[in-house]
Structures are given as C-alpha cells and as structure tokens.
C-alpha cells in the first residue's frame, strides 16, 4: 500500500470517528435537555426560597420575570428579575446583579427587595474571589451575606452603605476590603433600581413565562417529529 493511499485511509477513519463523535454527543444533549433545565429550575427555585419564602407567595416564581438592561445593575448585559405574588399582589422581587469591581472580577448576585423597601436577603451567584480571604462574601464561608437582611436604603446618598472602614454599618474582611466594598455597592445600587423601577417591574409582560413556553412547545414539536417517525 503506498503512502498516499494509506494517508487517505487514515483521514476517511478519522472523519468517520469526528462525525460519529459529534452524531453521539448531540444525542446525548437531547436526551439530557430537559433533565437538566429541570435540574436549573430546582435549583433556582432553592436559591430563590432563600431569599424569599416560599409562604410568602403562591405564583411560580420561577416563571414569573422580566429581563432587564440597566448599568445600575453593574452589567451591560441582561439581568432577570423574579416577582413573587401573593394572590396576584406584588410580594416582593429578587433581581440578579453584578459587583463588577470585586478584587478577582465580576461578582454576580442576587438581591430580593420587598415592596416596602427593604431588603429580604442577599446572595451570591458566582465569585472568582481569594479563597480564605474575599470568599467568605459565600454563605458557605461566613454568614457575612445575611446582614443585608432587613436594611433598607433611605436614599441614594445614605452614608451607612459602606463597610465600617469607610465609615458604614457593614463589617469588611480581615486583610480584604475591596470584596465587601463591592458587594455592599452592587446591593446599594440594586436596592436604588427598585426602588425607582418597582411598579414598572411588576406591570412588564412575563419573560419567564414565554421562555418556559417556548421550550414545552419545542419540546411539543420533538416529541410529534418522533412519534411520526
């Protein structure tokens, strides 16, 4: 067999392995699908009950959000806002944000507001943050997060929004002040947003919900596609 044959075998196995590969892996994808966005929406649905509880509401907080651009929020890109109803009375929303000044990065929250005005909890999504150090803004580290619980911002200006090292009611870390100045900005900022876009936000149409449609309806679709065939 001369060189060239055998280099054009060899490349006609491995385009078949690539293909069959990549065939198996978007089998695997959609056999997974729907398991794994049930799994996210379980576990959004935990974090959600930590921050407002689930005797507060009665809508599916999950599916009940609007998506929202505003650099208040420390992104440009899209955030999600989750509004929690008892008996379609607006209870409470927790909106996600972004600290994007923490010491390592992006800081990513989540802060639920109550319609008073206060702040109900606080937690925090995903961090890059100096493990011994910026990391115990994770209520896995410290409880530090839940002293957010039950302030409310009196006005933009308000001096206690601060760690206590810049003069406010908020403890920062041993050998690590950039981290909780972070959070404490990002929640400030968070609490100032709903405050001026409250009623807006309980009046915009579902987000959530037309998602959750959208994938029951393709899901519909796959479903049909398979039993005709």
């Known amino acids: 067999m001369s060189m060239s ?3 054009s075998k060899n490349s006609k196995i491995l385009a078949l392995f690539a ?11 959609e056999l997974t699908k729907d398991r794994i966005y049930h799994q996210q929406q379980k576990q959004l649905l935990s974090t959600l009950n930590n921050i407002i509880e689930a005797k507060r509401y009665n809508n599916e907080l999950t599916l009940d959000c609007v998506k929202v651009n505003s650099l208040a929020l420390g992104s440009d890109k899209q955030q999600t806002v989750y509004l929690a109803r008892l008996n379609s009375t607006p209870v409470a ?3 996600t944000a972004v600290a994007p ?17 206060s702040i109900n909890g606080v937690r925090i999504l995903n ?9 115990k803004i994770d209520l896995a580290k410290s409880n530090w997060i839940t002293s957010f619980s039950g302030k409310s911002l009196m006005s933009q200006n308000d001096s206690r929004w601060a760690v206590a090292k810049d003069g406010g009611m908020f403890d920062q870390f041993t050998g690590a002040t950039i981290t909780p100045r972070a959070v404490v900005a990002a929640v400030k900022k968070t609490a100032l947003y709903f405050k001026e876009n409250q009623n807006s936000l309980f009046s915009q149409k579902n987000d959530c919900q037309l998602t959750n449609e959208v994938l029951m ?3 519909e679709e796959k479903t049909r596609d398979d039993n005709e065939n």
């Open 101 to 117: 000044n923490g010491y390592n990065g992006n800081i990513e929250l989540i802060v639920a507001m109550n319609v008073d005005g």
């Open 19 to 29: 293909i069959s590969c990549t065939a198996i892996v978007g089998l695997v994808n």
């Open 217 to 219: 309806s393709d899901n």
């Open 127 to 135: 961090h890059q943050e100096t493990p011994g150090l910026g990391d």
């Open 93 to 95: 929303a927790a909106i």
């Open 5 to 7: 044959v055998a280099i």
